[in-house]
């Protein structure tokens, strides 16, 4: 019985990733991405492995180098909220 109750590991891959795009009117607790090290909570962002959204709003992305060390380039998410 592989993959009753849960995703098995041969589709696990595609259930990873981002989840929206840029300009997309998201609700509060959408989830934005799953277990990504390239993405950042920003604005409006709960979480750490699973982003979150924390209100209504639309998504949008910068970007911001890592420490010293790694100068990494990370993309940061957040959420403009609605009015």
């Given at each position: ?5 849960g ?6 891959a595609?259930?990873k990733?981002l989840k929206?795009s840029?300009?997309?009117a998201?609700?509060r607790?959408?989830i934005?991405?799953r ?9 409006n962002i ?5 982003l979150?959204?924390l ?5 949008y992305f910068t970007?911001?180098?890592?420490t ?6 990370y993309?940061?998410i957040?959420?403009?909220?609605q009015?």
């Open positions: 019985m592989i993959g009753v109750g995703v098995s590991h041969k589709h696990y595609e259930t990733g929206v840029g300009g997309q998201v609700k607790g959408t934005l991405t277990e990504g090290d390239k993405w950042r909570p920003g604005l709960g979480g750490k492995d699973t979150r959204a209100c209504d709003g639309t998504v970007t911001r180098r890592g010293y060390k790694t100068r990494k380039k993309t940061v957040n959420i403009k909220p009015k």
